[in-house]
């Protein structure tokens, strides 16, 4: 049977994952990243001056919503990482939908946005923060270049990210009005390459590419993967730098009250009677 030439590559092994954030979960969980995207939630949310009675938070691992306002929420549905990216949402049903820390491991992200997107009351929010952009580009490097000298090949290590422009352009095309995207750059520090790996594996954010490499890394490329980090991307003080970057994306199922863009030609003055007008004499 002939594949389906326009799904979505399947870059994820979801089973593997949702493994791991169980094992992150058990383990005690290094929570510094959805601290932050916690805190800036609850300050972008702030700045929306309305309430939201039916909310989804969608595949956060954690809690986003720790303590919502009871005057600003009815209800939240938490929507569990699983094996299938349908969400299990009724149409126009839900006043926002948050999600952290998850859209970066989704396989067919223009069709998550667009499933949200339908499930959104008119003028509904999404709210979102993902990892995209340079995010991990020193481990990237450092196991490309450690890979390349001491087994002269590159396996796939860090998965690939969005970049704004693109997640921008994703929610135009679901359907979403007044699209924003804006990134946080995060840089932690730490006294080693391995320690930062340590750090990913309590995220349960550790390689869950199916393209992954399925058999033990070599002593001696870990140990010169290490060497080059520390080498390319260390401070003063010895420690290495790792870049999270954390995009922000916002959209509004459309209704008739939300602004929209002139019409062209529709402007009553042109730009050059405004320039004559201000010129000085």
Known sequence: ???NPTAAPILFDRALLRARLD???RGGPVTFLLDRIREDFEERLQAVTRRFADVAEIWTPGELLQKPPADR???IARIEW????ILPLQPESLDLAVSALAFQFVNDLPGVLAQIRRALKPDGLLLAAMLGGDTLTELRQSFAAAEAECEGGVSPRVAPFADLRDIGALLQRAGFALPVTDVDRVVARYDSAFALMADLRRMGASNVLIERRRTPTRRTTMLRMAQIYG?????SDGRIRATFDVIWLSGWAPHESQQKPLRPGSAKASLE???KKTAPK
């Open 1 to 3: 049977m002939a594949s």
């Open 23 to 25: 094992r992150a979960r």
């Open 73 to 75: 929420f009815q209800s």
């Open 82 to 85: 699983g094996q299938s990216e």
């Open 231 to 235: 080498e390319r991307f260390s401070d």
């Open 273 to 275: 009677a405004a320039v």
